[in-house]
């Protein structure tokens, strides 16, 4: 199974949330994991809130970073091209989206996963009503 995973459904990986247990064992059956290139900086920026709200140790912070950067370099990257670019601008135009999540959305319809998952209700709507077959999580 080929899957997309925004960066809300991402770090249920890293972090025990509503959901991780459904996450992680969808991502340990995947034959591709597909990514956007914003998983990287939205991911670090929830690894930093988390130390600073005492949530994980700096240690713990160190740690899961280098588990995500791996989990990174061993998954398809998509890039922001101007493709990826017109579909968000689209999405955006369609449905109630913050930028970054009409990014993931255009991101999963430019390598057509088999599944698409995450966090955030409206961008679950907004990938479900351009065809997605998308999973709520959490």
């Known amino acids: 199974m080929r899957l997309y995973l925004d960066s809300s459904a991402l770090m249920k990986c890293y972090l025990p949330e509503p959901g991780c247990d459904r996450v992680l064992a969808l991502f340990a059956e995947a034959t591709e994991v597909i ?33 995500l950067m791996a989990d990174v370099a061993h998954a398809t990257v998509i890039e922001l091209g101007p493709a990826v ?31 698409f998952l995450t966090g955030d209700e409206r961008q679950h709507e907004a990938a479900q009503a351009v065809g997605l077959n998308s999973e709520l999580v959490g």
């Open 85 to 115: 670019i017109a579909r968000a601008v689209q999405c955006l135009e369609a449905a109630p989206l913050r930028a970054s999540d009409s990014v993931h959305v255009a991101s999963a319809l430019e390598c057509h996963p088999d599944r």
């Open 35 to 67: 990514l956007s290139v914003l998983v990287v900086p939205e991911g670090v920026s929830v690894l930093n809130r988390c130390r600073r709200e005492g949530r994980i140790s700096a240690a713990q912070y160190g740690d899961l970073k280098k588990m």
